[in-house]
């Protein structure tokens, strides 16, 4: 027995149980090695003449024996002499895949030449499920094969054998089952045909297993109850030619909605496909779509983003979160790239091919965003109701360093006509010399129309935004303006004041400090203010914190760490509600107490804040209505 070309034992024991952590991607290794195998014998046959070495005449081959517990794995590809499996599989970490790819680096790219193998490691991934390996193979154009054996880190055999077709044999004698490692399902025909499907679908080369088949039944024996009668066929387990490779016009509406619906488990079409192919700095194909819908838990911690990422054809990752950047991570879809991997060929080994892939797809993502909402509103706004939150949580996530990227696709729902408008088509509403984008916090556009603040703006012909989701005043705040136009939300006190109330507020300042003493710490002023027409009262804020802001930051765990808006109670001192107070206040001040309270906490109501104790509120209510 000879001994590994290495310091080996250590060095094989380390490729057997430390580079791969998915004992499953034995067989992707196996077969991207007979894939290798075809083409250097194809590349070969282009290149010398020779004649019957045509694509169609190449095939890798399958076959489980469940009493032996071997799995044997065939090519017809370019095989092997006795040096070559010496130098091979003799030497770990010595790629002869590698060696070929350099030597004609220019060749196979014109001539479209896929060899995957560059570590020479793959192989040995077979030890994971294998106690022994054996390798039948006979080289192009020679007369004996050769057989190398082996058993792990002990080492191995090389002897001559016999073997009629050229190519390689590989035979893996499968391990006993543990209560860990279920080996015996690499035996099975379903499992075969998954991990084909998953890791091998697209080599370019059939990959064919024998299969189960029933033979069809007559009438009679099925009213018989005869049992069904199997046989064995091969069949090719793999697709072959990806998608994404195809030219867009050879492809079908059928066929690309198809693909998403089995590839993506969605049952519904999807609102946006994206398929490019890039060549430049970075070489890639992508493949990508939008749902039409949000999946059930996305947004939620289990939600796992990300792009399968293929190289030259064959699944590396299912999921590479690196591609995608968190504000668009409802798309679904692959990349497929040369890429450098890890020695495991499971992760990316440097960051800048993919850093640069997934800059190219966050811009061409935007772009087609932003064409189906200039082109298809409908399906937009579809889109939007189902992951526009994302996209405004990744304005504030980032602390507004995205907001060149995505202010644009944001939308809000417009209180006067009661639809969806960008920032954009707001902005072109205004008057050239108006400077505001005016908004409020609601649960719908009823809600912003019931404020009191929104009468006078509406009535002045403005038009008002609707922001429905907790996150969007902090998103705004992040955007800080648009086009030069500040945002100012309706319900602070920079937008309700009126320089003519000055007056008002002078000649009663007696009865504002007594209702701001009846109530204390609960707000910082009380004004008059007459911007709210018909409406009695209203809760305003000024500074930063607004009262949503407030509202959001209270539900947090940690209460917002104190974090209150400036409240001021303004009212409105043409509502004959406020003669009553005045009223009050003349005869006797205590009894303004009674009405401080309730116009404090009614504003509370309307401007959606809770009332801790609404019993005691509503007994103080009706104490004012018995009087």
């Not at 070489?283 to 779509?289: D, S």
């Not at 920032?423 to 108006?434: M, R, S, T």
């Not at 007459?530 to 930051?553: F, N, Q």
Request: hydrophobic content about 35%.
């Amino acid at each position: 027995m000879k001994s590994f070309k290495t310091q080996s034992k250590r060095v094989l024991d380390l490729m057997i149980n430390s580079i791969y952590t998915n004992k499953e991607i034995f067989l992707r290794e196996l077969l991207s090695n007979c894939s290798d195998a075809i083409d250097k014998l194809y590349y070969k046959g282009l290149k010398e003449g020779i004649s019957g070495l045509t694509r169609n005449d190449f095939e890798i081959k399958i076959k489980a024996d469940k009493k032996a517990r071997t799995l044997t794995i065939t090519d017809n590809g370019i095989g092997m002499t006795a040096e070559e499996l010496e130098n091979n599989l003799g030497t770990i970490a010595k790629s002869g895949s590698l060696a070929f790819k350099t030597e004609n680096a220019e060749e196979i790219k014109a001539d479209d030449i896929n060899v995957i193998g560059q570590f020479g490691v793959g192989f040995y991934s077979a030890f994971m499920v294998a106690d022994k390996v054996e390798v039948y193979s006979k080289a192009f154009g020679e007369d004996t094969a050769t057989v190398w054996v082996s058993s792990g880190t002990e080492g191995y055999d090389v002897k001559p054998c016999e073997k009629e077709e050229r190519g390689t044999e590989i035979v893996l004698y499968i391990k006993e089952d543990t209560d860990d490692d279920k080996f015996s399902s690499y035996l099975e025909e379903y499992q075969l045909k998954s991990l084909v499907k998953k890791y091998s679908d697209y080599i370019r080369y059939p990959i064919k297993a024998e299969v189960t088949k029933y033979k069809e039944q007559t009438e009679e024996e099925r009213k018989d109850g005869a049992p069904l009668e199997s046989y064995t066929e091969w069949e090719t387990l793999n697709s072959m030619t990806p998608l994404w490779k195809k030219n867009k016009n050879e492809i079908s509406e059928e066929e690309y909605d198809g693909f998403y619906k089995d590839t993506f488990y969605d049952y519904e079409k999807p609102l946006k496909r994206i398929h490019v192919s890039v060549e430049g700095s970075v070489n890639y194909k992508a493949l990508l779509y939008i749902p039409s819908k949000a999946p059930y838990n996305y947004y939620s911690k289990n939600y796992e983003k990300g792009l399968k990422l293929y190289t030259d054809g064959v699944l590396i990752t299912e999921k590479c979160a690196d591609l995608l950047p968190d504000y668009f991570s409802f798309v679904k879809g692959l990349v497929d790239s040369e890429l450098t991997l890890n020695i495991s060929r499971e992760t990316i080994q440097q960051s800048r091919q993919l850093k640069l892939i997934g800059s190219n797809i966050e811009k061409k993502i935007k772009n087609e965003l932003l064409d189906m909402q200039k082109n298809d509103r409908e399906s937009y706004e579809k889109f939007f109701d189902a992951f526009g939150l994302q996209i405004k949580y990744g304005i504030y996530q980032g602390f507004g360093m995205n907001k060149e990227l995505l202010q644009d696709l944001i939308m809000f729902k417009s209180v006067k006509e009661d639809k969806y408008l960008t920032l954009k088509e707001y902005v072109e509403k205004l008057a050239e010399d108006d400077k505001t984008i005016y908004y409020a916090t609601a649960k719908s556009v009823d809600g912003v129309k019931a404020l009191p603040q929104s009468e006078q703006i509406l009535d002045g012909g403005k038009d008002i935004l609707t922001f429905a989701d907790e996150v969007d005043e902090f998103a705004i705040k992040m955007l800080g303006e648009y086009e030069g136009k500040a945002f100012k939300n309706i319900l602070s006190v920079e937008v309700t004041q009126n320089g003519d109330d000055e007056k008002l507020n002078t000649e009663n300042n007696g009865i504002l400090e007594e209702i701001k003493s009846a109530l204390g710490d609960k707000v910082a002023k009380v004004r008059l203010s007459s911007s709210l027409k018909k409406h009695a009262v209203c809760l305003s804020a000024e500074g930063e914190i607004s009262l949503e802001m407030e509202k959001v930051l209270s539900q947090m765990p940690n209460g917002g760490q104190g974090v209150s808006a400036s409240k001021v109670l303004e009212i409105n001192p043409a509502h004959p509600l406020f003669e009553k107070i005045k009223k009050v206040y003349i005869d006797d001040k205590d009894g303004v107490k009674a009405f401080a309270e309730i116009l404090y906490f009614s504003a509370r109501l309307t401007a959606g804040l809770s009332v801790e104790n609404p019993t005691a509120v509503t007994d103080k209510i009706f104490d004012l209505l018995s009087k």
